[in-house]
């Protein structure tokens, strides 16, 4: 499928007077501007496509000060169509209200920039066999069908046989729409997800995850073995400056506070199956958490888990970790359980989901290769 022509978007930003940090101007715009690197906003930068102060401005490096006005202007595409598509699902429940899916690795959650197409979303829509999602440029959902019709949001804010809430894109162009989905599971991250069908049960559930009532815990493979078996971790999680692909712990009061409690499942030699519970549920939070502790989920690219971490880094248990690595191309976390009081019926539910066929392999391994210390 080809992508849609992109159309300029301006974004304005006021530094406000306190602001003391000097940073070069290619740095403060991507920390403003959602999922712009920093080569990117450079690229922009050279071209003349940012203003400061009425005046173009085509050095990167140029200090920003208390005051400036800064008038940005990025080629966006326009919002997407969502298409039906025909891709197998893992349906643990459904009842009218929601269903719970047991995602699979590899599936990116809903629409954004560079996941056109494939999603999750894509195929809740083929499941409930529903039409396709139409926007125009505004965002709105188009109404050109009749007033009656199921797929027009009505009381229970329906569309597509999802819930509307978070389905219209938040600015021109932005192809982040997330109909039904109540929340997330990074791309590589496989396990249980619950979507909603309708706006009364979208904001039941949405209100038990603010209000950390929901039962929610990972199955990690983990290099080292934490010490403590169990504990807490506690920090402010935010965007890494120098890599916005990437989350990083910060200062507190710097960030988003997130709370993570773990526990030594099985240990190994140099790894250990550790269980995950979440208090707080931030982007990459469990990744970067562990990281934190210095003991980053095995394989995980961006988190330093894709290498040797623990033990020799040579001959015998390097080819053996590299075989490894090959079997299981991500990080090893998948979220097995999943609890929530139903948002309509007041019923508690639990949900289970047995690891998937790739950690199971890594798992029988390193019991038989590094149970004991190489």
């Known amino acids: 499928m080809s992508e849609p022509d992109k159309q300029p978007t301006e974004f304005r930003f006021d530094v406000p007077a306190g602001y003391e940090a000097g940073e070069r101007l290619d740095v403060y715009l991507t920390g403003f501007l959602l999922n712009a690197t920093r080569a990117r906003v450079q690229k922009g930068i050279k071209k003349g496509m940012v203003v400061v102060n009425n005046e173009v401005s085509t ?49 990116v959650v809903h629409p ?59 600015f021109d162009g932005d192809p982040v729409l997330r109909p039904g989905i109540v929340h997330r599971l990074d791309k590589d991250t496989s396990g249980l997800l619950v979507v909603a069908k309708h706006d009364r049960a979208h904001a039941g559930l949405s209100r038990q995850f603010a209000e950390r009532t929901t039962r929610r815990r990972y199955s990690a493979i983990v290099w080292g073995v934490p010490d403590p078996a169990s504990g807490t971790v506690t920090t402010d999680l935010a965007r890494d400056v120098r890599d916005r692909r990437k989350m990083a712990t910060v200062d507190a009061g710097k960030g988003k506070h997130a709370i993570t409690h773990y526990r030594v499942v099985e240990p190994f030699g140099y790894t250990a199956l550790a269980e995950f519970r979440l208090e707080t549920g931030r982007t990459h939070q469990i990744r970067v958490h562990a990281a934190h502790i210095a003991h980053p989920i095995f394989g995980d690219p961006v988190y330093g888990g894709d290498r040797i ?30 609890g929530f009081t139903h948002p309509m019926t007041g019923e508690e539910m639990d949900f289970e989901a047995e690891l998937p066929d790739d950690m199971e392999h890594v798992l029988d391994r390193l019991r038989k290769v590094d149970l004991v210390r190489q």
Do not use: W
């Open 112 to 170: 954004a920039f560079g996941h056109r197409t494939g999603t999750l979303v894509h195929a809740l829509l083929h499941h409930m066999g529903s039409d396709p999602i139409l926007l125009e440029s505004s965002g709105d959902p188009d109404d050109d069908s009749d007033e009656d019709s199921d797929d027009e949001p009505g009381s229970d804010g329906q569309i597509g046989g999802l819930s509307t809430i978070n389905l219209a894109p938040r």
């Open 59 to 107: 050095k990167p490096s140029r200090v920003v000060q208390a005051g400036d006005e800064i008038v940005c202007t990025l080629m966006k595409p326009p919002p997407m169509d969502i298409l039906p598509e025909d891709i197998p699902l893992d349906v643990r429940y459904e009842d009218e209200h929601l269903l719970i899916v047991n995602k699979a690795a590899g599936m």
């Open 309 to 338: 971490r623990y033990g020799r880094d040579e001959g015998q248990r390097r080819t053996f970790y590299g075989n490894l690595f090959k079997a299981l191309p991500r990080q090893a976390l998948h979220a097995r359980s999943l």
